[in-house]
């Protein structure tokens, strides 16, 4: 891969702080392992938002699949519909949905608020009609990160021959991704009003935030600081995690993504009561190795070691783990 596209994949905002905590995060957490629990009969199903799904293991929205791939986003997805799983669909993707769609599994579409409200129930609608089965708001990006390796790289745009294809409008033209600091909670409500497609917050950390969107009706929220791309210095997600899962008290799901590296990853954080995460780098790393086929084994690895690590922990199912199974040392 170009090394400039490499840095815009791995790299994060400001000194990378938030990126490594992530990862160090885990690193942190003892699993308590139970015994004799009968855990031969796994099943590592789950359902997000109405989503069926084979692990508790989503692929999370990425920009610029094209750069790390020539097959781009529906190699990704072909992956993750090999695994059954599902993959959440960036704004910022390099082929319209309805290609990526043709891969069969199940999608989730990211959607970015844009301040053009005419413009942003285009793009919903037309996300709604390729099949994708939820959306994804994400609301940790009134303004764009700032990205040193990109600024040093001189990376601030796709390529010649690269468009974010479903930042097209009805003409046909592209129009550029913005960032809308003007958003507020209004714009769920509105966005409630646009689409019968359930609604999950992206990049919430703060417990208080999490009340909110549960009283703003949406179906999901997902722990997340944009794998440290947005915020330097923003909380790791394993240790946000208690506090928002405290807040909305069962009453929605709380996913998580940011340094999700390992089964045993994953094992901590469903304990800890996600009910999945998603996972980004991974799946950028295995599309760059390997195109559909690196991504079906990045996800089957995962999917792997989770199985295993839940047998070893003495959990049949992803429910059975506990908080108390868990410790920070
Ligand atoms: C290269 C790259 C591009 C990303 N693009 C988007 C995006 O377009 N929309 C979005 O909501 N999040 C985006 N994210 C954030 C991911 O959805 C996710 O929160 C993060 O990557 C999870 O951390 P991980 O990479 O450690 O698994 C991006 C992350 C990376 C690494
Ligand atoms: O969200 C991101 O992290 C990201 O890298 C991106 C890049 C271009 C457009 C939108 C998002």
Redesign the pocket.
């Known amino acids: 891969m170009d090394p400039v596209h490499q840095d815009?994949?791995e790299g994060g905002a400001g000194r990378e702080r938030t990126v490594a905590a992530?990862e160090r995060a885990f690193q942190r957490r003892w699993i308590v392992p139970r015994v004799l629990r009968a855990t031969g009969d796994r099943d590592l199903r789950t359902t997000v938002a109405g989503t069926p799904l084979a692990a508790p293991v989503l692929v999370?929205?990425?920009?610029f699949h094209r750069l790390a791939h020539p097959d781009g986003e529906t190699a990704t997805a072909r992956g993750a519909a090999a695994v059954g799983t599902a993959m959440v669909v960036?704004?910022?993707a390099t082929q319209p949905v309805e290609e990526i769609a043709s891969a069969g599994g199940p999608l989730w579409f990211?959607l970015y608020p844009q301040p053009d409200l005419d413009f942003t129930e285009y793009v919903v609608k037309r996300a709604e009609s390729a099949g994708c089965r939820a959306l994804v708001v994400?609301v940790d990006s009134p303004v764009f990160g700032r990205r040193e390796r990109d600024l040093r790289n001189g990376f601030t745009d796709l390529p010649s021959g690269y468009a974010c294809e479903n930042m097209r409008d009805a003409a046909g033209r592209v129009r550029s991704i913005a960032m809308d600091a003007t958003a507020g909670w209004d714009r769920i409500a509105w966005l409630r009003g646009v689409t019968g497609l359930p609604i999950l917050l992206?990049g919430i950390l703060h417990p208080a935030d999490a009340r909110l969107a549960v009283e703003h009706g949406v179906a999901g929220v997902i722990v997340?600081n944009?794998?440290g791309?947005q915020l330097d210095g923003a909380i790791p997600t394993l240790d946000a995690l208690p506090a928002v899962v405290a807040a909305v008290d069962g009453q929605i799901p709380v996913l998580l993504?940011?340094?999700?590296r390992c089964g045993t990853d994953v094992v901590v954080a469903l304990a800890l009561g996600a009910r999945a995460v998603?996972?980004?780098?991974?799946v950028?790393r295995g599309l760059a190795a390997g195109g559909a086929v690196g991504v079906r084994e990045a996800l089957e690895r995962l999917a792997t070691e989770l199985d295993l690590a839940l047998a070893l922990a003495g959990a049949r199912r992803p429910v059975d783990l506990t908080p108390d199974q868990v410790v920070t040392r």
């Open positions: 815009f994949f992530n999370a929205p990425t920009a960036s704004m910022a990211q994400t992206k997340s944009h794998g791309r993504d940011g340094g999700v998603l996972v980004g780098r991974p950028v």
